[in-house]
């Protein structure tokens, strides 16, 4: 017992060295990740891992963050799961809330100058993630057509009621191709609903009382929860179901505002879904300092809990949920739509900024910087805060 227990601490000490180190979003974690939990401490194979982050891709939620719990609750069970969830969501949520408490105080001319060149590197990010995407998951004439449909759509009605409903059309078109789809051995299949009644009950019981009581900070965990329900294909998709929301239909922050936050959260080792910190804790300014803590607080738990029910239903019975051909092939098309949705959220923000030249050529530069992979993120936005000091 005294064994396991050391064993834990270590990995959680593990964990936070991880969240402290891991920039770039779940591609650039994942290298991290074989590094220190499969070839040093021996956690477990490599190919256990990626097994792993192949099942976090189908479901819903933070895709780096659902693999190193699901991780944790290997090793040892719920229990150690949470705290693993807890201490990796640590340090870039308080950052990223602290982040808008800055914004919020200063003076909005100040603001404007300093980031100036990191809100076009931040539609740079978008476009960029949906390339890195694209190249990977858009491989036959039926991605394409889905990536095309999705951009348009999304582009043409930026709702965030409509975001999940291309996604899983986009799931049910590549789940007609399953004869594709290798056949396997079918047994039948014994799932454990504990969890998905528990994602469920928590889902109607903030809408019924988001409604009864119209609370500022029930509803906006409600937002976050929704958002964080239906994000299919990690952060990249977070960004443009939060500036639906948060910018185009609710206008608690400015596009400004959000792109500087998108900017910054590249800064951020950890979680790219850190991003909802920020924008809850904007969301509650009107409610003063204590007001943005609690909206960092609520957005923060908000996001992060549906896709970590999530893994926790499926982990259950994913061995025997991949026997279906339908299942595999849907992924095709969940992919992708993320990738469309992603295309439409960065011609979006991109069009206050097309008026102004320098925003045009500083996007055309951050793109070309991330292509050749020469400097770090977190080193390009720095210079972009220091382009905007000096100009």
């Known amino acids: 017992m005294e064994t396991k227990k050391i064993r834990y601490l270590i990995f959680l000490k593990d964990v936070f060295i991880l969240s ?52 944790g609750f290997k090793l040892g069970g719920p229990k150690l799961s949470y705290l693993t969830l807890l201490i990796w969501i640590l340090p870039a949520t308080v950052f990223m809330g602290i982040t808008a408490l800055g914004i919020s105080f200063f003076e909005r001319g100040t603001l404007i100058r300093l980031t100036q060149f990191i809100k076009p590197m931040g539609v740079a990010f978008i476009f960029f993630a949906a390339f890195v995407i694209g190249r990977k998951v858009i491989t036959t004439k039926t991605s394409v057509w889905l990536m095309i449909l999705a951009a348009v759509l999304g582009f043409l009605y930026p709702s965030p009621y409509l975001t999940p409903f291309v996604i899983l059309f986009g799931g049910l078109v590549a789940s007609s191709k399953y004869r594709k789809q290798e056949k396997m051995e079918k047994k039948p299949i014994r799932i454990q609903w504990s969890n998905f009644i528990l994602w469920a009950t928590v889902f109607a019981f903030v809408i019924f009382l988001g409604t009864i009581t119209k609370s500022l900070p029930i509803r906006l965990f409600e937002n976050f929860y929704r958002n ?22 609710k206008h608690y922050l400015s596009a400004d505002e959000f792109l500087s936050g998108i900017a910054i959260a590249e800064l951020v080792p950890g979680p790219t879904f850190s991003i909802a910190s920020y924008v809850g804790s904007l969301s509650m300014r009107s409610w003063g300092l204590s007001g943005q803590v609690l909206g960092s607080l609520v957005a923060s738990f908000g996001i992060f809990l549906p896709g970590i029910f999530m893994i926790f239903f499926v982990i259950r019975f994913w061995e025997q949920l991949k026997q279906y051909r339908g299942i595999r092939a849907s992924l095709e098309g969940i992919n992708a739509s993320s990738t469309g949705l992603t295309i439409a959220a960065g011609v979006s923000l991109s069009q206050p900024l097309v008026s102004d030249p320098i925003n045009i050529i500083t996007v055309l530069i951050t793109l070309i910087v991330l292509y050749f992979e020469k400097v770090p993120s977190y080193l390009i936005i720095l210079g972009g805060i220091c382009l905007g000091a000096v100009y």
Request: proline content about 5%; hydrophobic content about 45%.
């Open 20 to 71: 402290l180190t891991c920039f770039g979003g779940p591609q650039a974690h994942l290298a991290l990740f074989i590094k220190r939990l499969v070839h040093q401490r021996r956690y477990l194979s490599e190919e256990e891992l990626m097994e792993m982050l192949a099942l976090c891709q189908l479901l819903p939620g933070p895709t780096s963050t659902q693999t190193i719990t699901a991780i």
């Open 228 to 249: 964080g329900s239906f994000a299919f294909g990690g952060g990249h998709i977070l960004k443009p179901l939060l500036y639906n929301e948060f910018v185009e239909f």
